[in-house]
């Protein structure tokens, strides 16, 4: 059974950086890709970032060249490292298996960007 943690989210002024991190449990962590999703009330959860297994990276529009997926298998951890925040990037941000979710995301890490 894999299960994913995030931690690093925070309070932040615009213009600001963080980096989210994402733990997996678990065995064949290198065998499936993993996003970054995130949710503000009343919204859909949406993709904002993901890493395949073969390498291959994915951004949404509103992150990109702004925000950067890596992994290392070895440690079995997926970064986002976001920069130049806005305030539309204030979210509860999750990580989990893509392009198949697993049923439970757990309460994800908040992420406030306000002056």
């Known amino acids: 059974q894999v299960q994913f943690v995030n931690s690093g989210g925070g309070l932040v002024q615009p213009g600001a950086s963080l980096k989210l991190s994402c733990a997996a449990s678990?065995?064949?962590?290198?065998?499936?890709?993993i996003g970054w999703y995130r949710q503000v009330p009343g919204k859909q959860r949406e993709l904002v970032a993901s890493l395949n297994s073969r390498g291959r990276t994915f951004y949404d529009d509103s992150v990109e060249g702004r925000f950067t997926i890596s992994r290392d298998n070895a440690k079995k951890t997926v970064t986002l490292e976001m920069n130049s925040l806005k305030p539309e990037d204030t979210a509860v941000y999750f990580c989990n298996r893509i392009p198949r979710p697993l049923s439970y995301w757990g309460q994800g890490t908040q992420v406030t960007v306000s002056s």
């Open positions: 678990g065995s064949m962590f290198s065998s499936f890709g």
